[in-house]
């Protein structure tokens, strides 16, 4: 049967939706086209730098229908591949994109290899082209990402790697930038996120000689852990809108579409409802994965000494090696003498170099090291030649470095620092007072007297640990309150500690070694003793300005406790013997009454029994509780972060000038209560009625032209004419 008027060669789409269709009926057709295409790109071959409109339109055919002739096309791809890599950079830049785009599809579609188009796309990369680099590095990502969709394929995800690396030491900087990207791309999109991309970032990447690739690399291990801060913000969002779509469906008209709207609404917040639900999933940061830190550490720093590139870089290097030596508690010794350079007033960028000093400061560093870092800030910054907020900073940052190292405080710097507690700058006094509150929990035998304060329990418990020593838990901390009658703490009261001290079964035991040690000594060594031991310093202090009272304070307090601990000296021995007498009651197991100490007895109720929840909240409460007792009314908190803060370092606490939205906020706050003096347009009764004048300002403009043409204003010379014309007709009458 021949089909006359036969418009399939000429019009390319129908054919290949019929062709979609019925693939054997249109088998000829398709041929046809095939040997067209042939012949096409033999004649494109000879001159690839013009544009082939008829080419481009068979190619993107040929493309559509491959896998319905699976036989004939086999060597389609090829034959693409082939004028691609021959004539890379001298290929018109249309015909480039639609040969591009004819193996993306392919590849989507199965008939092409992922690692061999990624060979090809590779090479690609020395086109002049951006937008092509860019298109085939997101074709690149989409395509891996949706190869590990359902399930990792770890022989594939191990191919694609290794040329991945390959490619990173490739001598084209273009090509090693976007494998760089690409890497770490995939790892913040949990598909790469394992340690052997991660070393090979860190191995080859950040000691690249090319910039490009030196700084990505860097710039990926300075990135944070995803902190998801405006979940809750969006969450809030949701519900607020939700509750607005059913509120403004109530009061409009009911259409169709503002009901698919509201269902759309709806669906969206069950589906934030249920990713709340959902269990949070955690990703590490990729310095964590670093197999040898203390070998990049010392790579990098060497290269930041011999390294001429700009100041951002060498930023960048001391940032990394400081995370490093924090998070791993790396010794690089020579790290501390060089920053130390930069630490000067007038030095750019210095409270981030500050923030570096303070990341590399972990405890395992002998305070020898870190002594100059704290004597330069001291120097440099803790002096009244400065301003305030110098001053402040440099005292943040010190406090930010005895967080994670302590024991790099000397006594005679740290006296000194402390004085800055009454200074008449806001800003400088504070941070000294932190510093100080920091030394009241770490270390107070460094502090003078009465800077020490009153001891809480929690801090009398808490053993100063030398340098380099662990502190190991036999048993659960606090655990000695489940040893107790079973009542509630009740942490609002305040004669909730004295009745618990006297009339609960168990006293604490926190001074049981000293005691144990005083009890051959004489009359005059344990007064001597408690007058050391004595808390001096009140919580008021920080408030009052003048020292002489403090004086007179702590001396005054330490005069009354040494009266009721001279006349309490019979009863110290009834006290000390309930302390050392713990009973432990079992009446299924044990049949008498064991008398053991109480962290003894702790340890074998731990290892005996099984904590509930209730239990781990008796002993939370105890232990919180320790931190409250004779002393202050809220604890200090100072726990060792991985990464410090910069705010930490640059807050001052100082009365900042408002921006133009806290100045509205405020004005809109004072006029709450305030009475209305009148309406916009001048009643005072809002019930009375508008004047003429007011009412024609609503009126429609083309009502009120004619009114508003004799308003204009005359010139000098119509008033001439008009007065003229005045006398004329003046005359005329007469």
């Known amino acids: 049967m021949v089909r006359h008027n036969n418009q399939l060669p000429d019009n390319l789409p129908q054919l290949q939706n019929l062709i979609k269709r019925d693939p054997d009926s249109y088998k000829d057709d398709f041929h046809q086209q095939y040997q067209h295409f042939l012949s096409s790109l033999e004649v494109f071959a000879l001159n690839p730098g013009e544009e082939n409109k008829s080419l481009d339109e068979l190619v993107m055919f040929i493309a559509q229908v491959a896998q319905c002739y699976p036989k004939e096309c086999a060597k389609f791809p090829q034959h693409l591949v082939d004028l691609l890599k021959n004539h890379a950079t001298t290929l018109d830049p249309i015909m480039r994109n639609c040969f591009v785009k004819a193996l993306i599809l392919m590849r989507n579609k199965n008939i092409i290899p992922a690692i061999d188009l990624l060979e090809l796309f590779f090479q690609l990369l020395c086109c002049p082209d951006k937008n092509l680099r860019s298109f085939l590095q997101n074709h690149i990502i989409t395509d891996i990402k949706n190869m590990n969709a359902k399930h990792k394929d770890m022989k594939l995800n191990s191919t694609l790697q290794n040329f991945m690396y390959s490619m990173l030491k490739d001598a084209n900087p273009k090509a090693a930038k976007m494998s760089v990207d690409i890497m770490i791309e995939l790892y913040k999109k949990n598909i790469w996120n394992d340690a052997k991309t991660v070393n090979v970032i860190a191995t080859v990447g950040c000691f690249s000689k090319i910039m490009k690739v030196l700084v990505a690399s860097l710039k990926f291990f300075l990135g944070h852990d995803d902190d ?22 109530r009061v409009n008209k009911k259409t169709k579409k503002r009901k698919k709207q509201l269902e759309q609404i709806k669906k969206q917040a069950v589906k934030a409802q249920k990713k709340k639900k ?41 940032d990394v090696i400081s995370r490093l030596i924090g998070i791993h508690e790396l010794f690089l010794f020579g790290y501390y003498p060089y920053i130390t ?3 000067q007033p007038h030095q750019r960028q210095v409270t981030r170099i500050m923030q570096f000093a303070a ?25 009244e030649r400065n301003s305030s907020d110098v001053m402040a900073i440099g005292l943040n940052a010190t406090r930010e470095i005895c967080i994670r190292c302590p024991l790099a405080m000397s006594e ?9 507690k009454t200074y008449k700058e806001k800003s400088v006094m504070m941070a000294a007072r932190s510093l100080i509150m920091l030394y009241r929990e770490q270390l107070p035998a460094l502090l003078h007297k009465k800077d020490r304060g009153r001891l809480t329990e929690a801090q009398a418990e808490r053993k100063i640990r030398a340098y380099g020593e662990v502190e190991v838990h036999e048993t659960i901390p606090g655990a000695e309150a489940l040893l107790k009658d079973s009542k509630e703490i009740d942490l609002g009261s305040e004669d909730d500690s004295d009745s618990d001290s006297n009339d609960g079964e168990w006293v ?101 029994r099984i904590f509930t929840e209730e239990d781990f909240k008796r002993i939370n409460a105890a232990q919180l509780k320790k931190t409250v007792t004779n002393a202050r009314k809220r604890p200090l908190e ?41 309406w916009k347009d001048g009643r005072k009764n809002e019930h009375c009625s ?21 308003k204009v204003k005359k010139s000098f010379r119509d008033k001439q004419k008009a007065m003229r014309k005045h006398l004329l007709h003046q005359k005329k009458m007469k």
């Open 228 to 249: 998801e801060k405006g979940s809750d913000d969006s969450d809030s969002d949701n519900e607020v809108d939700l509750k607005g779509a059913i509120m403004q469906n």
């Open 341 to 343: 350079r930069f630490l």
């Open 638 to 678: 100072k726990d060792r972060a991985e990464f410090v803060k910069l705010n930490s370092i640059e807050m001052i606490y100082k009365k900042r000038k408002h921006d133009k939205e806290s100045r509205l906020e405020t004005v809109k706050a004072g006029r709450e209560d305030r009475e209305k003096f009148g």
């Open 412 to 420: 005679d710097l740290l006296r000194d620092l402390a004085m800055y």
């Open 508 to 608: 604490n035991v926190s001074h049981s070694e000293d005691e144990g040690k005083n009890e051959g000594d004489n009359d005059e060594e344990d007064s001597d003793d408690d007058d050391d031991d004595e808390p001096d310093a009140d919580e008021s202090e920080e408030e009052d300005g003048s020292e002489d009272d403090e004086v007179d304070d702590d001396t005054s307090d330490a005069d009354e406790e040494d009266k009721e601990h001279s006349g309490s000296e019979s009863e110290g021995n009834v006290t000390s013997a309930k302390k050392k007498s713990l009973a432990v009651e079992n009446s299924s197991e044990n049949e008498g009454v064991q008398v053991l100490d109480a962290k003894e007895a702790a340890q074998e109720l731990a290892m005996t």
């Open 359 to 383: 990341q590399a400061s972990h405890e395992l560093v002998p305070g020898d090291i870190i002594e100059p870092v704290l004597k330069t800030i001291a120097n440099n910054f803790i002096t």
């Open 690 to 710: 508008k004047t003429n004048r007011e009412n024609r300002k609503r009126k429609n403009f083309v009502m009120m032209r004619h009114k508003a043409r004799s």
């Open 278 to 318: 959902n269990a949070p999933a955690f990703n590490f940061s990729g310095i964590h994965l670093v197999h040898n830190p203390q070998g990049m550490a010392e790579g990098l720093f060497k290269q930041l000494q011999s390294t001429n590139e700009r100041f951002e870089v060498k930023l960048m290097h001391l």
